[in-house]
């Protein structure tokens, strides 16, 4: 059974930086979608951004374009969300998601994945 287990969650200044990551298990293979959505209170999810992994090609929500950078890493099989210059919106719970789905799913504009992880919170302060 694919688990997905984020990381990196926490407090920050708005203006500060976080990292999160997202190690699947279970997940073989090449060619499958990771992404990330959030959560804000009292909001529907949304995606944040994907990956697909073969080509490493993203996509993001225009929200977070140029503040947040997914990427993964082949050889530890990790996802990665950097997020810089956060802004009190930015508040939310994060979730790494993924799915074996075609690149052309993974970056159109109505991706949804069909495994989860538990969530990570972000909280940005002034």
């Known amino acids: 059974q694919v688990k997905l287990v984020e990381s990196g969650g926490g407090s920050v200044q708005a203006g500060g930086s976080l990292r999160l990551s997202c190690a699947p298990s279970?997940?073989?293979?090449?060619?499958?979608?990771m992404g990330w959505f959030r959560q804000p209170p009292g909001s529907g999810r949304e995606r944040v951004g994907s990956?697909?992994?073969?080509?490493?090609?993203?996509r993001y929500a225009d929200s977070v374009k140029g503040r947040f950078t997914i990427s993964h890493d082949s050889t530890k099989n990790t996802l990665y969300l950097q997020m810089n210059n956060l802004k009190l919106e930015d508040t939310a719970k994060y979730y790494c998601?993924?799915?074996?789905?075609?690149?052309?799913?993974?970056?159109?504009?109505?991706?949804?994945?069909?495994?989860w992880g538990q969530g990570t919170q972000v909280t940005v302060s002034s």
């Open positions: 998601a993924a799915d074996q789905d075609s690149e052309a799913s993974c970056l159109g504009d109505y991706w949804w994945a069909g495994f």
């Open positions: 279970e997940f073989t293979g090449t060619r499958y979608c």
């Open positions: 990956i697909y992994t073969s080509s490493g090609m993203t």
